[in-house]
């Protein structure tokens, strides 16, 4: 695809991830389900992401539903 450097794919804890201010434009987030981790991760991310990011947050279909509208973002997708 020729994007290579522009791409930079790291994984890692999202609570232990130091990430440069509004850099990024796509993050996909996979928190340990039925920890409640989902509102903290968003609040995280928020730090990394630019205006119109995208972010996919994985979570269990047993854990309780996000918020439709969590501060700072938008659900285009949700997906039993």
């Known amino acids: ?42 609040a995280k991310v928020r730090e990394w992401t630019r205006p119109g990011a995208l972010l996919v947050l994985e979570s269990s279909a047993r854990d309780p539903a996000l918020p439709e509208m969590t501060e700072g973002w938008k659900q285009v997708r949700h997906r039993e």
């Open 1 to 42: 695809l020729g994007v290579e450097a522009q791409v930079r794919v790291v994984c890692k804890e999202v609570d232990r991830y130091v990430h440069p201010v509004g850099e990024a434009d796509l993050v996909f987030a996979d928190p340990p389900y039925q920890q409640g981790l989902e509102l903290p991760t968003l």
